[in-house]
C-alpha cells in the first residue's frame, strides 16, 4: 500500500468509523519533521508530519491540535484513543459526522494545491 496522495474524498473512507458520539480516524504520524502537515494516506490512515518529538505525550498533543484545526472542532473533542506510544493511532473526534470530515479535509487539500500551483 505505502503513501499516497489524497485527490477525492472517496479516498478517505476507509480513515473514518461513525460511533454514536462521532468518529474513529486512523492516524499515521510521522514525530520530529520539519513541518505539521498533512502528507496524504499511508496504509488505510491519515499520514500526518508533526514537530513534536514522541517524548511524554507531545507528538500526541500536537496531532489533537493539528486535527482540530484542519477539522474545525474544538481541541477538547478530540483525543488519542488507541496506540498513545505507537506511529499508528486511533483518535476519537466528538461531534463530527464521516461525511463533514471528509468534506473539511477534501477543503483543506484543496487549499493547499490552490496555494502550492
Same mark, same amino acid.
Given at each position: 500500500?505505502?503513501?499516497?496522495?489524497?485527490?477525492?474524498?472517496?479516498?478517505?473512507?476507509?480513515?473514518?468509523?461513525?460511533?454514536?458520539?462521532?468518529?474513529?480516524?486512523?492516524?499515521?504520524?510521522?514525530?520530529?519533521?520539519? =513541518?505539521?502537515?498533512?502528507?496524504?494516506?499511508?496504509?488505510?490512515?491519515?499520514?500526518?508530519?508533526?514537530?513534536?518529538?514522541?517524548?511524554?505525550?507531545?507528538?500526541?498533543?500536537?496531532?489533537? =491540535?493539528?486535527?482540530? =484545526?484542519?477539522?474545525?472542532?474544538?481541541?477538547?473533542?478530540?483525543?488519542?484513543?488507541?496506540?498513545?506510544?505507537? =506511529?499508528?493511532?486511533?483518535?476519537?473526534?466528538?461531534?463530527?459526522?464521516?461525511?463533514?470530515?471528509?468534506?473539511?479535509?477534501?477543503?483543506?487539500?484543496?487549499?493547499?494545491?490552490?496555494?502550492?500551483?
Amino acid at each position: 500500500m505505502g503513501l499516497k496522495m489524497i485527490s477525492n474524498s472517496a479516498e478517505l473512507d476507509g480513515v473514518f468509523q461513525e460511533y454514536a458520539q462521532g468518529l474513529l480516524c486512523s492516524v499515521f504520524v510521522l514525530p520530529r519533521s520539519s =513541518r505539521c502537515v498533512l502528507a496524504g494516506i499511508h496504509d488505510g490512515a491519515l499520514k500526518i508530519k508533526l514537530t513534536k518529538p514522541p517524548v511524554d505525550g507531545e507528538a500526541n498533543a500536537e496531532c489533537c =491540535r493539528f486535527l482540530a =484545526r484542519l477539522l474545525g472542532v474544538p481541541k477538547s473533542n478530540i483525543a488519542v484513543v488507541r496506540g498513545a506510544a505507537s =506511529r499508528h493511532k486511533t483518535v476519537q473526534i466528538r461531534g463530527l459526522s464521516a461525511a463533514d470530515a471528509r468534506e473539511g479535509l477534501a477543503a483543506a487539500i484543496s487549499a493547499i494545491r490552490t496555494t502550492v500551483n
